[in-house]
């Protein structure tokens, strides 16, 4: 692995060992989203109020139409609240300009979608070195081999030089979390990631969520898929636009005591 990977896995790592408790990293207060299309404005968000903490792993669950990929894209900038507040990571991100919030993202929160969204005429390590040319975190000579450091993390080593079309979704979406790690972002934020893929490649892409929460990465992601979501440390359920509960409970999974 390269020694930079290596460096920032141990170093996040000491640090989730060392505290009980994470620092605040996403705050939102007083959150509302409106839309305005259609003949009537639809309040899809109704005042969310919720604080998630440095190294938690967040499901956020409900039915259709609940509000989850509004929250969400609240969360990531994708998308701006009518009122309230979004504050990640110490930055206002309601408050940004569209050049500042993409230059915020990319430094702060990976992105991963349901259907992989990889560049289908760049090969998989080209894919995951595209948004460290919009960030300069790495130096310029150091890119290549800190993704291929990226996708030896995902296994995908052995098909680093292959195009996006040749791959199977379970690949695909691993190369997509290596893309979203490249810029060593402390969150990543997913929403349906494992929603187009079997059974058995959904629980794959999920233990390397596991993976990354227990090397310090705090994670929040939309799934409907109710075995998942027993296996998060905190499951919001939403519905009509509000937060109406939230159980807590351990990381699961190999590793644990580990650090
Ligand atoms: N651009 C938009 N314009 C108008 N209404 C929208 C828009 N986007 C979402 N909505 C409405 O806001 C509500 C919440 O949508 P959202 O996409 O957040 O739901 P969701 O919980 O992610 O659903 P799903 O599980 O189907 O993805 C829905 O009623 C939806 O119709
Ligand atoms: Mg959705």
């Keep these: 692995m ?25 705050e ?59 504050v990640v990571d110490g930055t206002p991100v309601h408050a940004l300009g569209e050049n500042a919030l993409a230059a915020w993202r990319g430094r702060t929160i990976g992105v991963v979608f349901q259907f992989f969204q990889l560049l289908p005429t760049l090969t998989v ?34 098909q680093a030089h292959k195009l996006p079309a040749a791959l199977s979704g379970g690949q695909q979406q691993r190369v997509a979390i290596a893309r979203a790690l490249a810029n060593d972002p402390p969150i990543l934020a997913a929403d349906e990631p494992t929603g187009n893929l079997d059974s058995t490649t959904a629980e794959a892409v999920f ?24 296996r998060v440390t905190r499951a919001l359920h939403v519905r009509d636009g509000e937060i109406v509960e939230e159980t807590r409970s351990p990381l699961k999974g190999s590793g644990q005591g580990h650090g």
Excluded: W
């Design 207 to 230: 233990g390397l969520f596991e993976k990354l929460v227990r090397q310090g990465k705090t994670i929040v992601m939309v799934t409907h898929d109710d075995d998942l979501a027993a």
């Design 28 to 86: 939102l207060s007083s959150l509302v989203k409106v839309y305005d299309t259609g003949e009537v404005p639809f309040t899809a968000l109704k005042g969310i109020d919720l604080v998630v903490d440095e190294g938690e792993f967040v499901g956020l669950i409900g039915k259709s139409g609940s509000g989850k990929t509004t929250l969400i894209n609240m969360i990531t900038g994708i998308d701006r609240p009518s009122s309230g507040q979004v």
């Design 2 to 26: 390269h020694a930079s990977v290596h460096r920032s896995l141990e170093g996040t790592h000491e640090h989730v060992a060392r505290r009980s408790h994470g620092r605040p990293l996403i």
């Design 125 to 158: 390590v080209e894919n995951v070195m595209l948004p460290m040319d919009f960030c300069n975190v790495h130096a310029v000579r150091e890119r290549e081999s800190y993704a291929m450091a990226l996708l030896e993390q995902v296994e995908m080593v052995d």
